[in-house]
C-alpha cells in the first residue's frame, strides 16, 4: 500500500522586525521547538526545513589533517 501525504498550506505574517510566526498547531506537529534549528531555503520561494541532526549524513564531507 502507498504512504498517504497530506500537504498543508499556511498563510504567515511577517511582522515589523521580520519575523515569521509558525502556529502552534505547525509547532506541535512537527515538533518545532526554540533548540530546534531551520533551513531556509530561497528560490522562487522560501522553504523551511528542520536541520537534521544526523551526523552521518555528512561523514566524509570533512577532512581532518
Known amino acids: 500500500m502507498g504512504k498517504q ?33 531551520l533551513i531556509v531555503n530561497e528560490s522562487s520561494e522560501i522553504i523551511i526545513k528542520k536541520m537534521e541532526r544526523n551526523i552521518e549524513k555528512y561523514a566524509g564531507y570533512f577532512r581532518v589533517d
Not at 511582522?15 to 530546534?36: Q, W, Y
Open 5 to 37: 501525504v497530506l500537504l498543508y498550506e499556511y498563510i504567515l505574517r511577517v511582522d515589523e522586525k521580520g519575523r515569521i510566526m509558525i502556529p502552534k498547531e505547525v509547532r506541535d506537529k512537527l515538533k518545532i521547538s526554540n533548540s530546534v534549528r
